[in-house]
């Protein structure tokens, strides 16, 4: 459930930064897993395939960075660090 819950999010912040910039795709996420975030690349991965199927997300390339110092503010999170997006082209 928690994992759900962390795409549900995820997707949303991709979705609405896409918006602002007409993207027809994205093209690539990158994300920073924190070392107390606990969930692996691995399962962190197949969540987002799951959670992407039928968006603007689907087929994206996935690149997950894992941060190490669990005294980071940010050790706790999955931070979403960029986005690379295909712009609609003007008719």
Do not use: K, N, W, Y
Not at 16 to 28: K, P, S
Not at 41 to 47: G, S, T, V
């Amino acid at each position: 459930m928690h994992e759900r819950s962390l795409m549900v999010s995820l997707m949303a912040q991709i979705e609405a930064i896409a918006r602002v910039h007409q993207a027809q795709r994205v093209i690539r996420v990158d994300v920073t897993l924190g070392p107390l975030a606990h969930i692996s690349p691995a399962h962190f991965r197949e969540h987002f395939q799951e959670a992407s199927r039928g968006t603007i997300c689907e087929g994206a390339e996935l690149v997950i960075q894992e941060a190490t110092d669990p005294t980071d503010p940010h050790a706790q999170e999955i931070l979403l660090t960029s986005i690379e997006i295909e712009e609609i082209e003007p008719a």
